[in-house]
């Protein structure tokens, strides 16, 4: 007696072969059933950004409501190019910040700190590209961080543009352009207790091979006691100057002052520099739209740290044909 499968109408002489075939009806339902439960994860996924967006722009909002109207003409004349406002409003923008974080209110804060930070800094930027260095070595000599636990509320935009600078002066004028306040400065955030200060101040990186201020220095006198902070600045060196990037690479890896796990970790900056060649930091900043960059690797530079890795035993955890974004952590 022959037996169907009632899913696909194959028929089979025994019983026992109907259980065993493979029945592609079944996979098909085992498959819609996958991809349905994958629709579901991205609904949820949607929901949570949706979500999450609405809470950034409530914050904002409620930032721009409590914001002083000082903080508010000065950053549009300020966008207007007027240099003297350009000061009203980091004065008024630290004011603000620094009432709402003294009296606790910590969402009316971030509001306002997020809320005016991209346009005060494409202001600031846009008044330095066009007035110079001194514009901003004056807001350095006004607010400088005196400790990782007292930094000016306004640091990060004053960083954002301190960065643009850096990177600018490297690309279009060479290394040794740079003026050496700005490297002291944005290497002063190494202990930063900020998250948004020590990630704005990563462009420190860009000043590798100045001639005055010694990056490759200080990143080794640092790394055993802030590695976040190094492994950040990290990629931004290689974006500068690979060769001289895979050298500090090269030594920071066989330095037994760090611990082995530690040491694969500022190795693992490989895979953001393989897998992104934009830089995040400064922050609501394109180098590649702002000044043509495109960084690539040189093959040369690439297969050294290869063999880097290998000598020092990282490729151990590694797929056997590793890439460098295989590393990422």
Request: net charge negative.
């Amino acid at each position: 007696m022959a037996h169907e499968c009632d899913a696909c109408g194959e028929t089979f002489p025994t019983l026992t072969r109907l259980r065993l075939h493979d029945c592609p009806a079944e996979e098909s339902e085992s498959q819609d059933s996958l991809s349905s439960f994958d629709a579901f994860l991205d609904s949820i996924s949607d929901a949570l950004e949706a979500d999450m967006q609405r809470n950034v722009q409530d914050r904002e909002k409620r930032g721009l409501e409590a914001a002083s109207e000082s903080l508010k003409s000065n950053l549009e004349a300020a966008a207007q190019g007027d240099v003297d406002a350009a000061f009203g409003m980091i004065a008024h923008y630290e004011r603000d910040l620094r009432a709402y974080h003294d009296a606790e209110d910590y969402d009316t804060y971030r509001g306002i700190l997020w809320a005016f930070y991209e346009p005060a800094a494409e202001a600031l930027d846009e008044i330095v590209t066009r007035e110079g260095w001194e514009v901003l070595a004056d807001l350095i000599d006004a607010y400088p961080p005196e400790s990782a636990a007292d930094e000016p509320f306004a640091s990060p935009v004053i960083e954002n543009a301190v960065g643009r600078h850096v990177v600018r002066t490297r690309l279009r004028d060479g290394v040794a352009a740079i003026p050496v306040e700005a490297l002291t400065y944005l290497g002063s955030f190494w202990d930063s207790t900020g998250d948004v200060s020590g990630e704005e101040s990563f462009t420190y990186g860009w000043g590798i091979g100045h001639p005055e201020h010694s990056v490759t220095d200080h990143l080794h006198d640092v790394v055993t006691e802030e590695l976040f902070w190094v492994r950040g600045v990290l990629p931004h060196t290689f974006y500068a100057d690979q060769h001289a990037a895979a050298d500090l690479l090269d030594a920071l890896l066989t330095d037994e002052r760090i611990d082995y796990q530690d040491r694969y970790m500022l190795a693992s900056i490989l895979a953001t520099v393989d897998r992104d060649s934009t830089p995040k930091i400064p922050r609501y900043w394109d180098v590649r739209e702002a000044l043509d960059y495109r960084f690539g690797w040189d093959e040369t530079v690439r297969t050294r740290l290869r063999e880097a890795i290998e000598t020092e035993g990282f490729h151990a955890r590694l797929p056997e044909n590793w890439t460098f974004s295989d590393m990422e952590v």
